[in-house]
């Protein structure tokens, strides 16, 4: 039976900019009642590899209008073995290298586990940055590369960064990202300090340099839209 949604996403080739990576790449969520678009958020990035933006309509679910029938649109996750297929491998990532040149291998040690940053040749030595929320459910991981002598992002001739599910082939991937490192605030007791940064790298670094505090980053350019945010007293 097809079903006519309340809800869905514009079936037409019109793009708008994007609230995340501001690119003209929005598709946006249309009202099926009415014919008009729902507001400048509610949409998905077409850049889902460089971007990831995707924010649902705020009731959440997709409703039928002729039978009443609701379909909860659910995140995609990753099976917990990638984190044996990809952290416990004897290469190690640029990104590992870098910070054992300037840090403690103890301490390097540390952050690899809590974080479970993983290694890849999706591009030779790139570095898995996982995305796990609060129940330790796998969100995605981000993939990034790094000169392994200067610590920064290789973006020539184009920026290094993609998502484990693209390497994997995992068809329809619904990805719907949180903070990294949010599965750590678990650990943290109630006067536990949560500082949140921008860029994982910064946030593995730091939790070096100040290991006493919990580091989170958005993993994107500042902006919170479209991320699980978790405040705590």
């Known amino acids: ?11 037409s080739s019109k793009k708008f900019v994007c609230p995340n990576c501001n690119k003209k790449t929005l598709v946006k969520f249309v009202d099926n009642e009415t014919n008009h678009y729902l507001n400048s958020t509610d949409g998905r990035c077409d850049r889902e590899s460089k971007c990831g933006y995707f924010k649902k309509p705020t009731s959440n679910c997709i409703t039928n209008i002729n039978n009443c029938i609701t ?10 073995k990638v984190l044996q297929d990809y952290c416990n491998t004897k ?6 290298s870098y910070l054992l ?6 301490a390097v040690s540390r952050v690899v586990d809590l974080y479970y940053i993983g290694t890849t040749n999706y591009w030779h030595r790139a570095t898995i940055f996982w995305q796990i929320d609060t129940k330790n459910v796998i969100r995605g ?4 590369q790094y ?7 290789v ?9 484990i599910h693209k390497q994997l082939k995992i068809k329809n991937f619904i990805l719907q990202q949180c903070l990294f490192g949010l599965h ?5 007791t109630k006067k536990g300090t949560i500082c949140i940064v921008e860029s994982e790298k910064t946030a593995i670094i730091m939790s070096i340099i100040v290991p006493s505090f919990l580091w989170l980053a958005t993993g994107a350019t500042g902006v919170f839209i479209g991320f699980q945010i978790v405040f705590f007293k």
């Open 71 to 80: 379909e909860v649109i659910q995140p995609s996750y990753h099976n917990r």
């Open 1 to 11: 039976m097809k079903h006519n949604y309340k809800y869905s996403l514009d079936r």
């Open 101 to 106: 040149k300037h840090f403690e291998p103890k």
């Open 147 to 153: 000169n392994c002598g200067t610590g920064k992002r």
């Open 155 to 163: 973006k020539q001739p184009f920026n290094h960064v993609s998502w």
């Open 141 to 144: 991981g981000k993939i990034m």
């Open 184 to 188: 750590n605030v678990n650990r943290i």
């Open 91 to 96: 290469q190690q990532s640029n990104f590992i």
